[in-house]
């Protein structure tokens, strides 16, 4: 997988966030976007999945065949995990995961069954997600990520409401994600992406 980046920029009003940013992501290498609250990480991570449209510049996607992907079809590639994703809370675990996972692949030879297993959450499968804790939440969020097929993770802020416990899970598999993944992540904590080959730091790119 390639994203391409040519003389990327967005601003608010008259403000620029970020402007001229050239840079190739691809699966040979992983990511941080790092820089104080604020600096425009997020913002970053949004223009890449597409939510948001670029002020200026160009986002190109390829497959690990180095075919175009179209813009409007990369949502098919990626998972992402943000502080504002939204869970479906109405669910339990099992109807969620059934759901979620009927729209992404599992990785291959996992079951559900597993998943749950590999997030620390057997014991919780019939348990609604609004009665979650919010670590819980944020695991299932990683989880989903992790144990699919996609081959793109884009993870804002990963440890947000992890405990030293969940910090240890996070780094654990993040690690294994890296060896099929184009993983992605913004964050100003070091420890989130201290095994990141490269580094993009926004106030660079003023």
Not at 7 to 15: A, I, P, S, T, V
Not at 124 to 147: C, E, H, P, T, V
Request: hydrophobic share 35%.
């Amino acid at each position: 997988m390639r994203i391409s980046v040519r003389e990327l920029g967005k601003k608010y009003g008259k403000q620029w966030i970020f402007r001229n940013l050239d840079f190739d992501f691809d699966s040979s290498a992983s990511y941080a976007i790092t820089g104080p609250n604020g600096s425009g990480k997020s913002t970053l991570l949004q223009l890449l999945t597409g939510i948001f449209p670029p002020t200026k510049g160009k986002i190109a996607y390829q497959d690990e065949h180095s075919e175009t992907i179209e813009e409007e079809s990369f949502y098919q590639y990626f998972d992402v995990v943000t502080p504002y994703l939204e869970l479906i809370e109405e669910f339990t675990l099992q109807e969620f995961l059934e759901f979620h996972f009927k729209f992404k692949t599992p990785k291959v030879g996992l079951s559900i069954e597993e998943v749950v297993t590999k997030m620390y959450l057997t014991d919780d499968k019939n348990k609604f997600i609004k009665n979650f804790s919010s670590g819980m939440k944020q695991r299932l969020k990683l989880g989903i990520a992790f144990y699919s097929q996609s081959p793109v993770c884009f993870l804002d802020e990963p440890t947000s409401n992890l405990d030293e416990k969940g910090v240890a899970w996070y780094k654990n598999h993040v690690k294994e994600a890296l060896k099929e993944k184009l993983v992605i992540i913004s964050s100003n904590q070091k420890y989130e992406y201290d095994f990141c080959d490269k580094i993009i730091h926004i106030p660079n790119f003023k």
